[in-house]
């Protein structure tokens, strides 16, 4: 898979990682980051997956961070949408909740005063006259992804080690993540890491969104996106992207550019106001996805 880096990157992540179902409670504890370990060293691509987690700050530094939390800015060219959000996240049960700051089209996003939360049954927008982004997908997508590697140690996933593969003249580790059946409400999505030989970082990944389709067949070839991690930063002990750069994917090629996220205003240790997630009057549920 030889190819330059394309330019320019107009676009982010569209990928079903909603409402997951939540590891056991995140207290810092030594048999905690023990048990994810023991999961992830019984299998070939666990072990690479366990490496990564080390070099991004360790399952320790994981799981004694109460919450994460950022500003989370996304745009996608073939939806014509972008919005910001400041989100936190208890990081033990998975609970959202996000302050929406701007919302329009790719090229306008205008300034907007609405609320979105994943409660850990509902997800909720307010005031309900937003009908996107949809809340039941968004309000864990943006964690889901700023929480790769770390969130890839979680009860409930499969690691497969792939051949090598090479972008941009680097040969890269490739280990490839699913989720046993009825993990969330995208369990056909996969993840493929592109994992640095040298750095031991996440590069790059690969992956499909399944969220409202149902799991794929055995044989089906889902569309893929490929997304580049970068412009790391290091807060409160753990290493993650500020930047995100997505392209169309197909038959071992960059298609053409399809989305892009920024973080900013990093933390894993602000602390977490569950009064945040009750809805407010006025507010929509949204459904869970018919899949």
């Given at each position: 898979m030889r190819r330059p880096l394309l330019a320019l990157a107009l676009a982010t992540l569209l990928i079903a990682c909603e409402p997951s179902a939540a590891p056991p409670a995140a207290d810092a504890?030594?048999?905690?980051?023990?048990?994810?370990?023991a999961r992830l060293q019984a299998t070939e691509g666990g072990q690479l997956v366990l490496r990564t987690i080390e070099a991004h700050g360790g399952l320790e530094a994981w799981?004694?961070?109460?919450?994460?939390?950022?500003?989370?800015?996304?745009?996608?060219?073939?939806?014509?949408?972008?919005?910001?959000?400041y989100l936190v996240a208890d990081n033990a049960s998975r609970r959202v909740y996000h302050d929406l700051m701007t919302l329009g089209t790719y090229d306008d996003p205008q300034p907007v005063d609405a609320r979105f939360a994943w409660d850990g049954t509902d997800a909720w927008m307010s005031p309900?006259?937003?009908?996107?982004?949809?809340?039941?997908?968004?309000a864990t997508t943006g964690y889901y992804f700023q929480s790769i590697p770390f969130i890839l140690a979680d009860p409930g996933l499969t690691y497969e080690r792939l051949p090598d593969d090479e972008v941009n003249g680097?040969?890269?580790?490739?280990?490839?993540?699913?989720?046993?059946?009825?993990?969330?409400?995208?369990?056909?999505?996969?993840?493929?890491?592109?994992?640095?030989?040298?750095?031991?970082?996440?590069?790059v990944i690969r992956y499909t969104v399944t969220y409202g389709r149902g799991r794929p067949a055995p044989d089906a070839q889902p569309s893929e996106t490929l997304m580049y991690y970068e412009d790391y930063v290091t807060v409160d002990g753990l290493t993650t992207p500020t930047r995100?750069?997505?392209?169309?994917?197909?038959?071992?090629?960059?298609?053409?550019?399809?989305?892009?996220?920024?973080a900013d205003s990093i933390s894993f240790s602000r602390?977490?106001?569950?009064?945040?997630?009750?809805m407010p009057e006025g507010a929509r549920i949204a459904a869970a996805p018919a899949n």
């Open positions: 504890s030594p048999s905690q980051a023990d048990e994810a370990r799981y004694a961070a109460p919450t994460s939390s950022y500003t989370w800015e996304y745009g996608n060219v073939d939806g014509d949408i972008r919005f910001k959000s309900d006259s937003i009908s996107n982004p949809n809340p039941r997908f968004w680097v040969t890269y580790e490739l280990v490839k993540v699913g989720f046993d059946e009825g993990v969330g409400d995208s369990s056909g999505d996969t993840y493929i890491l592109y994992v640095n030989p040298e750095t031991s970082l996440v590069d995100f750069r997505g392209f169309h994917y197909a038959d071992g090629e960059i298609i053409r550019p399809k989305n892009d996220a920024w602390p977490f106001d569950a009064d945040m997630l009750s």
